[in-house]
């Protein structure tokens, strides 16, 4: 049986933790600093006029910020797809316990790898005629069956079967488990 040492420090609430991992970020000179490089998804421009996205490569993502006053000084029309050099600091969003980078300026850095990738592979499938109307069949109006190819365990699968299941809970659900790098790994 675990005995907790009465010596030992005592725990941090959450925020706390969130706090002191804000701190250490802040105060690291490289991290405030920083020029990052990598391709624009995800991009949402709320009514707030602060403009958020993810900035990714191919083996990882990094939540982006860019608040209004930075927003109306940045003269760059940024799409998904674009690669770019974001420069900023990293921080903390305590209340989600998520670091990210508060984007402060941006250049262009070309079309994004991920993104010619995505054209050359439907330009491909366009070619084998995978998109043509002839092939196309019209969605039924109550699927007995639904495929969902997705992450076994993650989030996205959550929030698809919770939808599901509260609009539209008679139909069977298949999942297809896979990984974005595993799909990526097939398409070569």
Avoid at 128 to 153: C, N, W, Y
Wanted: hydrophobic fraction near 40%; charge should be negative.
């Amino acid at each position: 049986m675990f005995q907790p040492d009465v010596f030992s420090p005592p725990a941090l609430t959450v925020s706390e933790l969130n706090r002191h991992v804000s701190i250490l970020l802040e105060n690291d000179e490289l991290l405030q600093d920083i020029w990052v490089l990598g391709e624009i998804s995800n991009l949402s421009r709320p009514k707030s006029g602060h403009i958020y996205f993810t900035l990714k490569d191919q083996d990882a993502s990094l939540r982006c910020v860019i608040w209004r006053s930075a927003a109306l000084r940045i003269n760059l029309d940024i799409q998904n797809g674009m690669a770019i050099e974001a420069h900023g600091s990293v921080g903390v969003y305590e209340r989600g316990g998520q670091y990210q980078l508060y984007v402060d300026a941006l250049r262009p850095a070309g079309e994004g790898a991920l993104y010619q990738e995505f054209l050359r592979l439907k330009a491909k499938l366009e070619a084998e005629g995978l998109f043509d109307e002839d092939r196309k069949r019209p969605m039924p109006a109550h699927p007995q069956k639904i495929g969902i190819v997705t992450s076994p365990t993650g989030a996205a699968l959550q929030d698809m079967l919770n939808t599901l299941g509260s609009r539209y809970p008679l139909a069977e659900i298949i999942l297809a488990p896979t990984s974005v790098q595993e799909m990526l790994r097939h398409q070569e």
